[in-house]
């Protein structure tokens, strides 16, 4: 694992923590699709959030790092995630961004519009 990796996964663990303290459940991480990986699924009472996680050295460099192309590939991945878990298909779908800075407390921003 390259130091990007690292850097990626530290963030992601971050980002897990955070999600707990908020009451979410975990249901995957790094899930990944034909069309791409989703960082963090988790969900919380009606709602099933499919969550980005940006790790940079500043929140800056993390907002600037959030590309439509990104969320789109998270959204069509959801689908395949949803279509997989019918129990969750009554559920609220959700787009969530998660901003880990060094040194500063992380950034969840729910219902990301793409």
Same mark, same amino acid.
């Given at each position: 694992?390259?130091?990007? &990796?690292?850097?990626?996964?530290?963030?992601?663990?971050?980002? !897990?923590?955070?999600?707990?303290? *908020?009451?979410? /459940?975990? %249901?995957?991480?790094?899930?990944?699709?034909?069309?791409? &990986?989703?960082?963090?699924?988790?969900?919380?009472?009606?709602? !099933?959030?499919?969550?980005?996680? *940006?790790?940079? /050295?500043? %929140?800056?460099?993390?907002?600037?790092?959030?590309?439509?192309?990104?969320?789109?590939?998270?959204?069509?991945?959801?689908?395949?995630?949803?279509?997989?878990?019918?129990?969750?298909?009554?559920?609220?779908?959700?787009?969530?961004?998660?901003?880990?800075?060094?040194?500063?407390?992380?950034?969840?921003?729910?219902?990301?519009?793409?």
């Amino acid at each position: 694992m390259n130091s990007t &990796e690292r850097n990626g996964y530290f963030g992601e663990t971050i980002a !897990v923590c955070l999600l707990k303290i *908020k009451g979410y /459940k975990i %249901l995957a991480r790094r899930y990944k699709t034909v069309c791409g &990986e989703i960082d963090i699924i988790a969900k919380k009472s009606d709602t !099933v959030a499919f969550i980005e996680v *940006k790790s940079r /050295k500043n %929140l800056d460099k993390c907002y600037t790092a959030i590309t439509n192309q990104q969320l789109m590939r998270i959204q069509r991945a959801s689908g395949i995630f949803m279509n997989k878990n019918p129990n969750l298909r009554k559920n609220f779908a959700r787009y969530d961004v998660v901003l880990v800075a060094d040194w500063k407390l992380p950034v969840h921003i729910e219902n990301v519009s793409m």
